[in-house]
């Protein structure tokens, strides 16, 4: 996982919501709420290297990863909770 995290081509999304990334956030990723999902499925469909999602503590990243899964995004890990993503991250 830590070299998906670190891998420039990832695309790093946090599925929290705005007021939770606003307390902590994690340099080089996209917030994208897992409400917002079906609106931004162009961008995951679109990312140039795999797609990792995280959130607070890995519940709603597990959820976005199985839906993008069904909607055609193949390449996609759940990177858990975003303290996991920050300890993984150079």
Same mark, same amino acid.
């Given at each position: 996982?830590?070299?998906?995290?670190?891998d420039?081509?990832? !695309?790093? /999304?946090?599925?929290?919501?705005?007021?939770? /990334?606003?307390e /902590?956030?994690?340099?080089?990723?996209?917030?994208?709420?897992?409400?917002?999902l079906?609106?931004?499925?162009?961008? !995951?469909?679109n990312?140039?290297?795999?797609?990792?999602?995280?959130?607070?503590?890995g519940?709603?990243?597990?959820?976005a990863?199985?839906?993008?899964?069904?909607?055609?995004?193949t390449?996609?890990?759940?990177?858990?909770g975003?303290?996991?993503?920050?300890?993984?991250?150079?």
């Amino acid at each position: 996982m830590q070299e998906l995290i670190n891998d420039p081509k990832t !695309f790093l /999304v946090d599925v929290r919501e705005p007021a939770e /990334v606003a307390e /902590v956030e994690v340099p080089g990723a996209v917030n994208i709420p897992l409400g917002t999902l079906p609106d931004n499925l162009d961008q !995951f469909k679109n990312a140039e290297g795999a797609v990792v999602v995280f959130c607070r503590s890995g519940g709603r990243s597990e959820n976005a990863k199985n839906w993008l899964k069904q909607n055609g995004v193949t390449d996609v890990h759940n990177g858990g909770g975003y303290p996991d993503v920050l300890r993984l991250k150079n």
